[in-house]
């Protein structure tokens, strides 16, 4: 089984200049417990960009006023026999305040401290790229 999900990364610099992103702790269900970024899998009828306003909204309040796609990922999930088709976008641009959902609790850093230690094993491999606004391309 193929997913199409997508995960949204929001970012904001502060007022001496230095650069924060938005994670979120993984409250329940698949993940419990990892640093992740906003999103999940894109509705029937739904597009790519429509599923990660939704989801980020849905998951901690905000709403993406603008996205820009920096990569792509595909993870095949073996335990699960299901291949995500991951869509990974940022953010500069969105309303609100981040607020803890039943899914997530939401959680600025620095980009100097970064929770490498509580992330999925793969984000080491890619998530450098989102930091520096580089384009990837993951499997």
């Given at each position: 089984t193929e997913l199409e999900c997508t995960l949204v990364f929001c970012?904001?610099?502060?007022?001496?200049?230095?650069?924060?992103?938005?994670?979120?702790?993984?409250?329940?269900?698949?993940?419990?417990?990892?640093?992740i970024a906003f999103g999940g899998k894109v509705e029937i009828n739904e597009s790519i960009?429509?599923?990660?306003?939704?989801e980020l909204e849905e998951e901690c309040g905000?709403?993406?006023?603008?996205?820009r796609?920096?990569?792509?990922?595909?993870?095949?999930?073996?335990a699960l026999s299901?291949?995500?088709?991951?869509?990974?976008?940022?953010?500069?641009?969105?309303?609100?305040?981040?607020?803890e959902s039943d899914e997530m609790k939401p959680h600025w850093y620095g980009e100097n401290s970064i929770p490498y230690e509580r992330m999925w094993p793969d984000n080491l491999h890619w998530f450098p790229y989102v930091l520096h606004q580089k384009r990837f391309v993951a499997r």
């Open positions: 970012r904001r610099i502060q007022s001496d200049g230095s650069r924060e992103i938005l994670l979120g702790e993984k409250k329940k269900g698949f993940g419990f417990g990892k640093c960009e429509q599923a990660a306003i939704r905000l709403k993406a006023r603008s996205l796609n920096l990569g792509y990922l595909s993870m095949k999930m073996k299901k291949i995500y088709k991951v869509h990974v976008f940022e953010t500069w641009e969105f309303d609100g305040e981040a607020v």
